[in-house]
């Protein structure tokens, strides 16, 4: 392998960088660690009926593992419990053609997340919601359908990351968010990001409720 001065002088350069961020106390997002009830978290889903974790559980999960967490079966050895209730999914026509046919859908979730520590609220009820659109064609039922469902578990793990921003942020663990509604128009195009505070107008909105 014919390594090059450059490339030296890049990865060394690369280092270099590394190591002064480390020592200034900089990290990267992904990379901070947890509020201490959240290493060792039990995720209770509310629901009247379920026949397997929705996809905001299995994300959130996932990030709290990412991060170090040892997820717990049991509340009952967890140092928070992470509540997640009123998960509701809708559909709502966006526009209509001229032969007044749908040609958009507008997907809507929204759900209610708190953190409690015995009988200490660690963050209070908060509600969010993300809304997504994409076009409709009655001559692609099923392919539709099959982006409706991919669409919806994507939703539904934008929201878990925004969840637990919002719970760094609240256990002053993470960065600070703004309460206000975030509200753009809606796009097909997933976001890269559901915590973007200044998503361009063409992003999905992001809404926070009392």
């Avoid at 994409?134 to 919806?152: C, H, I, M, P």
């Amino acid at each position: 392998m014919n390594i090059t001065s450059k490339t030296i002088l890049r990865i060394a350069l690369g280092a270099l960088i590394a190591v002064l961020l480390s020592g200034c106390g900089f990290q990267l997002a992904g990379s901070r660690p947890l509020p201490e009830p959240l290493q060792t978290p039990y995720i209770e889903v509310v629901a009247p009926y379920r026949v397997s974790a929705p996809p905001l559980e299995v994300s959130l999960r996932t990030l709290l593992q990412r991060r170090g967490a040892r997820v717990k079966d049991s509340s009952a050895d967890a140092g928070a419990v992470i509540r997640l209730s009123d998960l509701n999914e809708a559909r709502q026509v966006l526009t209509i053609g001229t032969d007044s046919k749908v040609l958009e859908f507008l997907l809507v979730t929204r759900v209610t997340y708190q953190v409690n520590a015995g009988d200490k609220v660690l963050v209070p009820p908060d509600t969010l919601s993300l809304s997504r659109s994409y076009s409709f064609s009655a001559q692609q039922v099923l392919a539709k359908d099959a982006e409706e469902a991919r669409l919806q578990e994507y939703i539904q793990t934008e929201l878990a990351q925004l969840i637990l921003l919002r719970m760094e942020a609240v256990m002053g663990h993470g960065p600070d968010l703004p309460s206000p509604v975030l509200s753009a128009a809606p796009t097909s195009e997933p976001a890269t990001s559901a915590a973007a505070t200044d998503a361009p107008a063409s992003s999905p909105g992001a809404t926070t409720q009392p």
